[in-house]
């Protein structure tokens, strides 16, 4: 039994013998932030429609963290600052400066992007403060 990778395709295969396949996992892509990079990035500043100001993502993550402590089991996940769709005041400012991938429209708003990616962006800084 051995297992095949194929970092192109992100898929490694588990095989036996003579190439039998037995199952196949997917892998996620994951960013890799070194220090530099998460503190990079806690240091950029967007304006939050919501809390109608401009702040850092560190300062946009505190008060949030802050929310989640002091709201305990009334915290409304879906819209902590008063809106649905919170997140992407901070995805803008980071396609914006290219720390993420996807499209603003001619407004500055968030047009396109990979939520899905994005938010395991965020995860990554996140666990690197």
């Known amino acids: 039994m051995y297992l095949e990778i194929n970092p192109k395709e992100g898929v490694a295969t588990l095989k036996q013998g003579e190439g039998k396949t037995l199952g196949a996992l997917m892998f996620e892509t994951y960013h890799v932030i070194d220090d530099e990079q998460g503190k990079s990035i806690l240091d950029i ?46 995805f803008a400012e980071l396609i914006e400066q290219k720390a993420i991938s996807g499209k603003l429209d001619k407004d500055g708003y968030v047009e396109e992007v990979d939520d899905k990616e994005a938010n395991k962006f965020m995860l990554e800084v996140i666990k690197g403060m």
């Open 45 to 90: 500043a967007f304006h939050n429609g919501d809390l109608n100001c401009k702040l850092t993502v560190r300062e946009f993550l505190k008060k949030l963290l802050l929310l989640v402590w002091e709201d305990e089991e009334c915290f409304d996940g879906k819209r902590p600052f008063g809106n649905s769709g919170w997140k992407y005041d901070l």
